[in-house]
Every structure is written in C-alpha cells, then in structure tokens.
C-alpha cells in the first residue's frame, strides 16, 4: 500500500479518538466529581507526558526507527484510554494520562505526528509539499470532526438506553483505546523506506540549529496561548456559560464536528493562499484575525452568537498549521526534518501542558472567559513576532517564484 496512505489514515483514526476523548473527557472527571482545577492537571499531565514522548521521537526517534516507535506510541495510547475507562482513581487516572499521552487539547499534535510530519517530504516533491501536507490536515481535521460528533454518542445512548451516564462515558474510552491499537496494527504495514536515511541524531548544521531554536521560542508563546484554549476547557466553558440554555457535552460536540468541517476547507485555501502570497503571510494573516474572534466568543451573550462566531474563527485559526508545517520542513536538510519537527513538535507540547496546568491555578481566581482573552492576546503577539522575524526566509519553492536567492535556505 503508498506509505502515503497508510499515514493519512493514521492520521485520521488517530486524531478521530484524540478529539472524542478531549471532548467526553471533562464530562467523565466531572462525573467521577473532579474539580475544575483537578480536571485542567489531568489535561496538563497528560500533556507533559505527551511532550516527553515527543522529546524521545525528536532526539531518538531516527535512531530507534520510525516505524517501531509509531507503533509503540500508539500501544503506549491504546493501553491509557483503556486504564481511563476502567479506573476512578484520580491518582490512577493521572499516571494513565501522563503514560497514555493523554491530549486534552483535542487536536492531534504529538510525537506520532512529529515522525509522520518528518517522513512525507520524501514522498512528495517542492511544489506539492504543502498540498500534501494540506491532505494530511484534512485527514486530521475530518477524523477531528467526526470524533467531536461521536464524543455525544455516549450520552444519546445512555438516554435511549437508560444507562448510567458514566458508564456510558467509559464506553467511549474503551473505543478511544480501539482506535489507537488499530493505528498500531497500521503502522506495522509501513516499508522500510520510510525511514531516515541518515540518522544523525543532534549533528544539525549550525543554520538548521539558529532556525529552528528561533522559530520554536516563537511558537512556544503561540502554544502557551493556546494551553488556555484546549478543548475540555472550551466544553466547560460552552456547559457551565450557556448550560441554562440547554447546552451540554453533546450540544459542543456537534458544534466542534461543524468547526472541524470549517478546519477541513480552509486546509485547501491555506494551499492556494500560501502559492500566491508565501508561507509565512499565509501564516499570519490568517491567525490574527481568528485570534480577534475568539475574545468576541468569550464575551458573546448567547449560545447561538458565541457558537457562529465559533464557526467562523475556526475558518481561519487552521490555516497557518500545513504552511508552517511545510515551511518548517522546507527551510532545513531532509535528513533535519525530525529534529526540526520534534523541537517545534516539543515547544507547542511543553507550552499546552505548562499552561493548561497553569489554567486550573487560575481558575481558583478567574472566570473560564477571561482565559481566552488571555490566550488570544498571546497569539496576536506571537504573529506579529513571527512575520517580523521570517519574512525574508523563503522556502525553495518561494525562491523558484521571485527570482531572489538566499543561501541559508537550503533543501
């Protein structure tokens, strides 16, 4: 089968047990009677052992094999969803989440995605890198979509059923913990090819070293802001805001199935607008305006207007993920790919979990609205920082197109 393939429908299986599990995941803590502040540390532990495990894909990944550690990070997730849905410990609950990888942020960005996004450069070429990488996105984002909407199957069943609602709950981590164990049985169809040909562990070039440590202090302020916006605290804050108005987890999960369709088609806008206006415009002026709507979500007097504004933020927030990723990829050597990948990869991890974890102290003191407003204030900066810093970086493809020749972009 292309290797190609296979990793788009790991990407989509994977991503589709990530978004269920953010989403029921506040519901059954809730349940089991966690506190809001409890519920942020098991999302920000899980975190903390998701950037660990991208850590070990980044620095040891080449060396130890790409193919044998997907399969192994996707047992290591299988087997936590599985504690999760048995245990209601908090303690046990807990190292469940830090050793299963536990992503509460609802979007697949861990140390799987960090070999995959290393390996599909080397099945593609220049002009289409960001096309493939649009593809993959939209595998994320569709798996994403239909999690969201089956992260309410629980509860409908429960009702029709007459269940117990966290029983029903623990049923769909028993699903959650189905999936991944099917992308480990995936992952062992990969050929050989995939890969690196020369692992080189830490021996970068001192350019790859400047633009990746560069690029990556950035995205760590974008990620600290996004650790105030993961998806379980999003569902608590659309429950306990417009809970009066009937909402609950099933209400947001078919809300986040709409926003992810949103994702899907703005992936292939993302690659007609980077072709046109380059990489790191597309990036930036995508993600400020989507940064601007979500404080108009947090101050929204409705269901309804918070939920369309919603939607049409995630029209844009997505587009800046398939043109970072392909210009990340295109700005360092192939065989730099996964270093490059893993420490951007580790930031973003590292930056959810410090401040999802931060949330849960501050929800001691502060509403769940005031959060986002702090999150979207720290993107808009790290935008601003961004295109300061890189607009005169192009990747190959921008080169070819503008005539211009820059040395240190080197293939």
Known sequence: ??????????????????????????????????????????????????????????????????????LELSLLMAAGGATI?????????????????????????GASLILEQAILPSLTSDEHRTRTFAWYNVMQDSGGALGALAAGLPLLFAQQRGIAELAALRGGFGAYAGLLAFCALLYLFLPRSVEAEKPRGFAVTPHARRVVFKISALFSIDALGGGFITRTLMVMFFVTRFGHEGVNEATVGQLYFFALIANIVSHFGAAWLGKRIGLVNTMVFTHIPSSLLLITVAIAPSFWIA????????????MDVP???????????????TFA????????????????????????????????????????????????SFRHLKPPEEKVSTGTQDTQVTK
């Not at 849905?85 to 960005?109: T, Y």
């Not at 990829?329 to 790919?337: F, G, L, N, Q, T």
């Open 85 to 109: 849905a048995l245990s209601s410990s908090p303690f046990v609950i807990g190292a469940a989440a830090f050793l299963g990888l536990l992503n509460g942020m609802g979007r697949d960005r």
């Open 323 to 337: 043109t970072r990723q392909s210009y990340v990829m295109a700005v360092v050597k192939p065989e730099e790919r």
């Open 341 to 388: 990948s893993g420490v951007t990869g580790i930031v973003r991890m590292a930056g959810w979990a410090v401040a999802a974890s931060f949330a849960g102290v501050l929800l001691r003191t502060l509403e769940l609205w005031t959060l986002l407003v702090i999150g979207a204030g720290m993107k808009i900066f790290y935008d601003l920082a961004l295109w300061y």
């Open 307 to 318: 939920a369309a504004l919603l939607l049409v933020r995630e029209s844009l927030v997505e």
């Open 1 to 70: 089968m292309n290797p190609r393939l296979l990793i788009y429908a790991t990407a989509f299986a994977r991503s589709l047990a990530t978004s269920m599990g953010a989403v029921m995941l506040g519901g059954q803590l809730a349940r089991l009677e966690f506190a809001e502040g409890e519920i942020a540390f098991v999302v920000g532990i899980g975190l903390a052992g998701a950037t660990l495990a991208a850590i070990v894909a980044t620095f040891l990944g080449d060396r130890l094999g790409r193919r044998a550690l997907l």
